[in-house]
């Protein structure tokens, strides 16, 4: 059988990480599952041996192999999507600067960039493990034994056979990056995700400190009704706050148009963040993230506080997708 090695491939770009670094090579990490901070490389981390490598039968259709005639980490993610990923997040760092000099009202991206960004973060959202773990659930799971039970049922009564109902069907999901690649690049499930961040007020929060966190599960869904319905895994969710660090000091709140009209004044433009919301947003990133975190400097005081918080049920108040 033929073998490949192993190759790290990465389910948040480099180029996204480096925004938080002063070498763009290195960055600060906090690790949950030892409570110590160090510095690590940006390519080692947020990665997984073949993430994105399908299975693929050989000629024979007996042995299987890791197919790697497209690589989609190289040929559609650095090669498209990474690339206006980076050019759209510096020009946003860009306008902060400007903005903070000059203190310009101006609007920062134009309705077409806010459509593109819009569907590059629908994209980054779906491209996370937690993604796939969910779709790996919906289709191998229990979900997909009821499906089964109807559509046997659903035969039984237009054949008139009830011998349909007696079939031994199974589902099961063999090669977790096919069905994740099938999902990530449906037209029709990007444009739902991306008309319902597309269709929110964009504020972008600007800190004066270089001490805004991030993690290896950025974007972080928080709604202020808990008996909200989750929709499109929490992000079109009524009364929703989706929140995604872009920067070492600056980071984009997404919110309900429904059930924050006021943030109207604010579509498209800085604001500064205050220092209870700095710490309830950095907060959230170390509570939601699956086990590290990230900054420019090698302070995570933040990390007491939250475990502090926890403990107390702070902050996460109503329901928290993480």
Same mark, same amino acid.
């Given at each position: 059988?033929?073998?490949?090695?192993?190759?790290?491939?990465?389910?948040?770009?480099?180029?996204?990480?480096?925004?938080?670094?002063?070498?763009?090579?290195?960055?600060?990490?906090?690790?949950? @599952?030892?409570?110590?901070?160090?510095?690590?490389?940006?390519?080692?981390?947020?990665?997984?041996?073949?993430?994105?490598?399908?299975?693929?039968?050989?000629?024979?259709?007996?042995?299987?192999?890791? *197919?790697?005639?497209?690589?989609?980490?190289?040929?559609?993610?650095?090669?498209?999507?990474?690339?206006?990923? #980076?050019?759209?997040?510096?020009?946003?760092?860009?306008?902060?600067?400007?903005?903070? @000099?000059?203190?310009?009202?101006?609007?920062?991206? %134009?309705?077409?960039?806010?459509?593109?960004?819009?569907?590059?973060?629908?994209?980054?959202?779906?491209?996370?493990?937690?993604?796939?773990?969910?779709?790996? *659930?919906?289709?191998?799971?229990?979900?997909?034994?009821? +499906?089964?039970?109807?559509?046997?049922?659903?035969?039984?009564?237009?054949?008139? =056979?009830?011998?349909?109902?007696?079939? #031994?069907?199974?589902?099961?999901?063999?090669?977790?990056?096919?069905?994740?690649?099938?999902?990530?690049? #449906?037209?029709?499930?990007?444009?739902?995700?991306? @008309?319902?961040?597309?269709?929110?007020?964009?504020?972008?929060?600007?800190?004066?400190?270089?001490?805004?966190?991030?993690?290896? =599960?950025?974007?972080?869904?928080?709604?202020?009704?808990?008996?909200?319905?989750?929709?499109?895994?929490?992000?079109?969710?009524? @009364?929703?706050?989706?929140?995604?660090?872009? %920067?070492?000091?600056? +980071?984009?709140?997404?919110?309900?148009? #429904?059930?924050?009209?006021?943030?109207?004044?604010?579509?498209?433009?800085?604001?500064?963040?205050?220092?209870?919301?700095?710490?309830?947003?950095?907060?959230?990133?170390?509570?939601?993230?699956?086990?590290?975190?990230?900054?420019?400097?090698?302070?995570?005081?933040?990390?007491?506080?939250?475990?502090?918080?926890?403990?107390?049920?702070?902050?996460?108040?109503?329901?928290?997708?993480?």
């Amino acid at each position: 059988m033929k073998k490949h090695p192993n190759t790290k491939q990465h389910y948040i770009p480099q180029c996204y990480f480096r925004n938080f670094s002063s070498s763009k090579t290195s960055i600060y990490a906090y690790d949950k @599952s030892v409570s110590k901070s160090f510095s690590i490389a940006i390519g080692k981390i947020c990665c997984e041996n073949e993430y994105y490598s399908v299975l693929a039968k050989n000629v024979d259709n007996k042995d299987t192999i890791r *197919e790697k005639e497209l690589i989609v980490e190289k040929d559609i993610f650095a090669g498209n999507i990474e690339p206006k990923f #980076n050019s759209l997040l510096k020009k946003i760092i860009v306008c902060k600067d400007d903005w903070l @000099s000059n203190e310009s009202k101006s609007i920062i991206i %134009s309705d077409d960039e806010k459509k593109e960004l819009a569907f590059l973060i629908a994209i980054q959202f779906l491209r996370m493990p937690e993604r796939r773990d969910w779709l790996m *659930e919906f289709y191998d799971g229990k979900f997909s034994e009821n +499906i089964i039970e109807l559509f046997k049922q659903g035969i039984a009564i237009e054949t008139g =056979n009830q011998a349909f109902n007696d079939l #031994n069907i199974e589902s099961k999901v063999e090669d977790p990056a096919l069905l994740h690649a099938q999902s990530l690049f #449906n037209s029709e499930v990007l444009e739902m995700f991306t @008309s319902t961040l597309y269709n929110k007020y964009w504020e972008f929060y600007v800190s004066t400190e270089n001490d805004i966190l991030t993690s290896d =599960n950025p974007i972080v869904v928080k709604a202020h009704n808990a008996e909200a319905i989750e929709l499109y895994q929490g992000l079109g969710s009524e @009364s929703t706050e989706i929140s995604f660090p872009l %920067s070492k000091n600056i +980071i984009l709140v997404m919110w309900d148009k #429904n059930y924050f009209p006021l943030k109207n004044a604010f579509d498209c433009r800085f604001s500064i963040i205050d220092d209870r919301k700095k710490r309830e947003y950095n907060h959230l990133r170390y509570g939601c993230s699956k086990n590290r975190v990230f900054g420019y400097n090698n302070d995570f005081s933040i990390v007491e506080f939250s475990k502090v918080a926890n403990n107390n049920n702070e902050i996460f108040y109503n329901y928290t997708v993480c």
